[in-house]
């Protein structure tokens, strides 16, 4: 019933940038907690960021500094900067939502993930 789609994914070089977005659709009333999280081989998905619908963000050490997460309520939609990455940062990446659904049921939902590759 809700659909997260992310775009923004691709190959860049290390010290380079990339913006990730994830767009929420369907039969959505309000958004919580939204997340970026990433899968390195071999490991469970861990969270990258967090931003709750009020702007409080959480980072992951790694990415402290070099990523900012922020979100346009209005549109429903999350975005990732990615600054200075670098090649332990390939990886596919995950959007994350929570939320109330209109027929006032909550949901947890994942996107299908972008792949980030960082390699010289």
């Known amino acids: 019933q809700v659909q997260l789609v992310e775009s923004g994914g691709g190959f860049v070089q290390p010290g380079g940038s990339l913006r990730l977005s994830c767009a929420a659709s369907?039969?959505?009333?309000?958004?919580?907690?939204m997340g970026w999280y990433r899968q390195p081989p071999g490991k469970q998905r861990e969270p990258v960021a967090t931003i709750t619908r009020s702007g409080s963000t959480n980072y992951a050490d790694s990415v402290k500094g070099r990523f900012t997460i922020s979100r346009d309520n209005a549109k429903n939609t999350m975005y990732l900067q990615m600054n200075s990455l670098k090649p332990e940062d390939t990886d596919v990446y995950y959007c994350n939502a929570v939320g109330v659904l209109r027929n006032t049921r909550r949901f947890n939902d994942w996107g299908q993930g972008t792949q980030v590759t960082v390699s010289s």
């Open positions: 369907g039969s959505i009333l309000s958004i919580g907690t």
